[in-house]
């Protein structure tokens, strides 16, 4: 998990990104109550995020790879798990259509700045 240390900046700004983002979809986001594990919740997404495209292999270009990877970690992981935990409440399929459609926005967003900032590779 070096990788995260060596790629802070991008990772805190991939960070502030996601959650302007979330503001968007979800105004009350702006309440202090809460704020510090939605942070860190993002940051986290963010950081798995960077390692994942650190260790995408360079078969097609780097800007395919970085969308691409965060699309199917949103298509593998998010997208089914929201699908079961939304339902399984009650939420209906709009609540889950915005849901799935804030996350992949966050993903796709969150790859674009990490990507355009650039990352490190851990040491060897």
């Known amino acids: 998990m070096i990788y995260i240390v060596h790629n802070a900046t991008p ?10 983002v979330g503001l968007g979809f979800y105004p009350a986001l702006r309440s202090v109550r809460g704020s510090l594990a939605v942070f860190v919740a993002e940051f986290w997404f963010a950081a798995i995020l960077a390692g994942a495209l650190i260790l995408a292999p360079a078969k097609a270009d ?4 970085a969308i691409g990877t965060a699309v199917v970690i949103w298509a593998g992981f998010i997208l ?4 079961v935990t939304l339902r399984g409440r009650g939420v209906g ?12 926005v966050v993903m796709v967003v969150e790859a674009i700045v990490l990507h355009g900032i650039g990352l490190t590779a851990p040491p060897a």
């Open 62 to 65: 780097p800007w395919v790879m």
């Open 11 to 20: 990772i805190l700004l991939a960070t502030l990104a996601a959650l302007a």
């Open 93 to 104: 399929a709009g609540g889950t259509v915005r849901d799935a459609g804030q996350w992949l």
């Open 80 to 83: 089914p798990a929201l699908v």
